[in-house]
Each structure stands twice: as structure tokens, then as C-alpha cells.
């Protein structure tokens, strides 16, 4: 059987965009069946017959076991981001059953992120006292790791927008 090894880069901000990249895939007959760290394995399939969905949450083998009872398939793992794929057959696929649900993602991607920011600001800040290279290394990172929150952010209050337009 044939399998197909593409390695791309994905910013975390643009989760959607490698959502939507990873359906196009299935959309031409390749879907998803094993995933690393910016390299995704694809198998053949039947054009447009799976749906692929991921999400940012902690380990859980109880939430695995339920999503893989409603017919979806667990693909992998990378660090915080689970993949799933379900067959179009099975109807509708969607992790987030509505705006608060996608909200809550929001804000638990946010929330990782500020982290990993603080922590490369605070070793920034203490190795750039040496004039150490690893010091802007760190303070680089914690500015991306700002626009990314940022990029969150927006996001999150584009959907709050939503809600308060639907309620």
C-alpha cells in the first residue's frame, strides 16, 4: 500500500489552517493516518470519504475512548494536539459543539502559550545579563510566542462577537 510523507510547518495560531490543509488532503484521496512533529503520513482513501479534525488538549484516554466510540479514529499525538479522523459516512464531525466549546480551545491554547512566553521572557531576561546569544534566543521566542497570543486573542473575541450576535 502506498503512503505519503509530507513534512510541513504550522504555526499554532494557524491550527485552522492545517485543519483545513489536512481535509483537502482527504478531499484528493490522501487522509491522514499518522502524524509527528511537522510531518504527516497520509494513506490512500476515496476522495472527500474522511474528515480530519484536531485539538489542543491534555492527555485523556477517557475523552480517546468516547471520541472513538462516536466512529471517529484516533490518529496521534503531537506534544497538546490530538487528530482524529471519522468517516463522511458517519455524518457530521466536529470537536466543538458550539461557540463556547471553540471558545474554551481559545483560551486553553492562550493559556499554554502565555506560558512557554513567560518562561523564555524570564530566561531572556536572566541570560541576556551575560550578553549570552541564548538570552535573545529566549526573548525571540517570548515576542513570537506575544504575537501568537495576540492572534488568539483576536480570534477569541471575533467568536464572544458571534455569541453576543446569536444570543
Not at 481535509?23 to 494513506?43: D, I, P, S
Not at 474554551?104 to 513567560?118: G, V, W, Y
Request: hydrophobic fraction near 40%; aromatic fraction near 14%; proline fraction near 2%.
Amino acid at each position: 500500500m502506498e503512503h505519503r510523507t509530507i513534512w510541513k510547518l504550522f504555526f499554532v495560531w494557524d491550527f485552522e489552517k492545517e485543519e483545513d490543509w489536512l481535509n483537502e488532503m482527504a478531499a484528493q484521496g490522501w487522509a491522514l493516518c499518522r502524524v509527528g512533529l511537522c510531518r504527516y503520513e497520509f494513506e490512500p482513501c476515496e476522495p472527500d470519504s474522511y474528515v480530519i479534525r484536531m485539538e489542543m488538549r491534555s492527555p485523556d484516554e477517557g475523552y480517546i475512548r468516547f471520541m472513538t466510540e462516536t466512529g471517529a479514529e484516533y490518529i496521534g499525538r503531537v506534544v497538546q494536539w490530538i487528530y482524529f479522523r471519522k468517516e463522511v459516512s458517519y455524518g457530521p464531525f466536529d470537536l466543538f459543539s458550539d461557540i463556547d466549546s471553540r471558545i474554551d480551545h481559545l483560551k486553553r491554547i492562550s493559556r499554554m502559550l502565555l506560558a512557554i512566553a513567560l518562561i523564555n521572557l524570564s530566561l531572556g531576561i536572566l541570560n541576556s545579563q551575560g550578553y549570552s546569544r541564548l538570552g535573545w534566543i529566549n526573548l525571540l521566542v517570548a515576542s513570537l510566542l506575544t504575537y501568537a497570543l495576540g492572534r488568539m486573542h483576536g480570534k477569541t473575541e471575533a467568536l464572544e462577537k458571534e455569541r453576543q450576535l446569536r444570543e
